[in-house]
């Protein structure tokens, strides 16, 4: 090889490295820094990474393609769109960590995967050859070290004071989210599970028992499995929160029972404590609580099963310092899968620029500011955007705003407590999203047309303050507004099921004996206007029988075979089925 060609060599290997070169974190460069400084001196110790890999972009278009246009008003859709993308999500991580899982197995390397962030956790690490080692890694974009941070900046702690529930009257945020109209139509939650990752809860509490998913009323015992999970140590396997945040924020989103403290009472609640210890949390936990949230396995930590996951994600923490990367493929894997993520807007209020941490910077979460106690003002301690994309783009934020002040909800020891704080304007907004999904089972899972019901019914208000990057409806302060649970349910109802639907439910929202609400809202339900669960039904087996979920035509191409030419009459034939009976049931329930 001549002298030209070796520096030609060289320079296109110089390229490609510079190409596909892992970007890491500052605390990770300092660690390794540090390392290299004194490795001459001392045998270091190994170092605890998290590597994050290439992003898999998932698409409408491309769910729709995989299993068909299935009449989306219902279950069946929810449960074979999240298994689709948790499919297309292991099948991208193991082909992009296939190699370097074969490299870690032999030479007898420990690791964990996580397909929903497409990220790997190292545990040894050697410090000498770290940079080097990641820089090897093909597609990885992001490397972090997976070390405890102090968990008191995941939460600006909140002001709180211990105080005892004093009637069983709706509290104060639930009147001023409007729940309270919600629970007098007779909807208050059932049939949705939110997944709270905090810092744990307290599943005997009287507000929470109840509620949580794996309680057993007839047997009045627990089951733990799909329900808890404490990411890293599985001996912990019932719930508990040492702290109490976690209690407070899930008894602010669906506590209950004695104490009318939650806004969906009947929504069911499951929960990861990645904040168990407030010195003592890591990137992976919340990595692995985000994943629980999508798929959820038994206490061992083995057979998930994605029809068990979350409905709403409650995230009331941010990651203190924490690239966007190390959360977004996971949060986006959620919303992908119809789940709703929410996360708080912080405590670093009133200036402008303070919302600063993931979570709540993400463009895929809908972010909560805090309003102040009994106004329609926010609260000081409420964090304002916009949020900083690199060096010129501005991202608006919060989303929304929700009672947040002098919360009263679940305490330690069984006991009630006031708090302040984002972390308590997160979990109303995600109990008002339960209250609509239950009013409108047919909303559940799609996320755009829930949050345009919320920003449609929002009680907006405007200001003067933090307007860099406001172009539209949002700003900076106020997001949409102040969410409100009552009216967002009703133009619900109005915009799915039409206004003969509307007409019939209003004596039924009138009754104050909930035997005779039901009774109501089933003649209703009979008339054809209300739920119409079942003509869906009819139509989702139309639509698999005429081929939406296999499309026969994928294999055939432009062949001739008998085979393929009597796939594609029958799909013909009966998709013109299905037009027609399309039509009937557009006309009866709207």
Not at 11 to 40: E, G, N, V
Not at 223 to 252: A, C, E, K
Not at 439 to 459: C, D, F, H, N, S
Request: glycine fraction near 6%.
């Amino acid at each position: 090889m001549t002298h030209r060609a070796t520096l030609k060599l060289v320079f296109f290997l110089a390229i490609i490295h510079q190409t596909h070169a892992i970007r890491l974190s500052p605390s990770l460069s300092q660690a390794i820094a540090k390392q290299d400084h004194r490795q001459r001196r001392f045998d270091l110790p190994d170092i605890a990474v998290i590597v994050f890999f290439d992003k898999l972009e998932i698409t409408e278009e491309l769910i729709d393609r995989k299993i068909g246009r299935i009449f989306r008003q219902t279950n069946v859709y929810n449960r074979r769109r999240r298994e689709l993308v948790i499919q297309l999500l292991q099948e991208h991580a193991n082909r992009t960590q296939a190699e370097i899982i074969a490299h870690l197995e032999a030479t007898g390397r420990t690791y964990r995967s996580y397909f929903a962030s497409n990220a790997l956790a190292l545990d040894a690490v050697p410090a000498s050859s770290a940079a080097a080692e990641l820089d090897s890694y093909k597609g990885a974009r992001y490397a972090d070290l997976n070390e405890p941070k102090n968990s008191t900046n995941a939460f600006e702690t909140p002001i709180r004071s211990e105080s005892e529930a004093s009637s069983s009257l709706p509290e104060t945020h639930v009147v001023n989210i409007g729940a309270d109209q919600v629970w007098s139509m007779g909807y208050t939650g059932r049939g949705v599970t939110l997944g709270v990752t905090d810092t744990g809860a307290d599943h005997t509490h009287p507000a929470l028992k109840h509620s949580y998913r794996g309680y057993k009323a007839k047997k009045d015992n627990f089951n733990h499995n799909y329900n808890w999970m404490q990411p890293r140590n599985i001996s912990l396997s019932t719930p508990h929160d040492p702290i109490g945040h976690g209690s407070h924020v899930t008894g602010v989103a669906c506590g209950g029972r004695d104490k009318a403290v939650g806004v969906a009472p009947d929504a069911k609640w499951m929960g990861c404590a990645a904040f168990f210890d407030l010195n003592n949390y890591k990137v992976e936990d919340l990595v692995k609580c985000l994943q629980f949230m999508l798929a959820p396995t038994n206490q061992q930590g083995l057979k998930p099963r994605p029809s068990r996951g979350a409905d709403i994600s409650v995230n009331s923490w941010e990651c203190h310092n924490c690239d966007p990367i190390t959360l977004d493929s996971a949060t986006t894997a959620l919303t992908m899968s119809g789940v709703a993520v929410l996360a708080s807007a912080q405590n670093k209020g009133p200036a402008c620029f303070s919302l600063t941490n993931i979570p709540g910077t993400l463009v895929n979460v809908l972010t909560i500011g805090a309003l102040a106690e009994n106004s329609s003002l926010i609260a000081s301690l409420s964090s304002r955007g916009p949020v900083q994309i690199g060096s010129t783009e501005l991202r608006v934020k919060p989303d929304f705003v929700a009672p947040g002040s002098n919360i009263l909800s679940a305490g330690l020891n069984s006991t009630y407590e006031r708090m302040s704080g984002t972390s308590q304007a997160t979990p109303a907004a995600a109990g008002a999203i339960a209250l609509i999904w239950d009013a409108v089972p047919e909303l559940q899972g799609l996320l755009q047309l829930t949050y345009g019901v919320l920003a449609l019914t929002a009680k907006s208000q405007a200001t003067e303050d933090c307007v860099q990057g406001v172009t539209g409806a949002r700003n900076n302060v106020y997001g949409y507004g102040a969410i409100d649970a009552a009216a967002a349910v009703r133009l619900a109802i109005l915009a799915i099921r039409g206004e003969k639907c509307l007409a019939c439910l209003q004596p039924c929202f009138t009754m104050s004996n909930q035997a005779q609400q039901r009774t109501c809202q089933h003649a209703c339900d009979k008339a054809g206007c209300v739920r119409c669960g079942q003509r869906t039904r009819q139509i989702i087996r139309l639509r698999q029988r005429a081929g939406f979920v296999e499309n026969c035509e994928d294999g055939c191409g432009q062949s001739s075979s008998q085979a393929c030419v009597k796939c594609r009459r029958q799909k013909k034939n009966r998709a013109r089925k299905l037009n027609r009976r399309q039509k009937t049931f557009n006309r009866k329930c709207r």
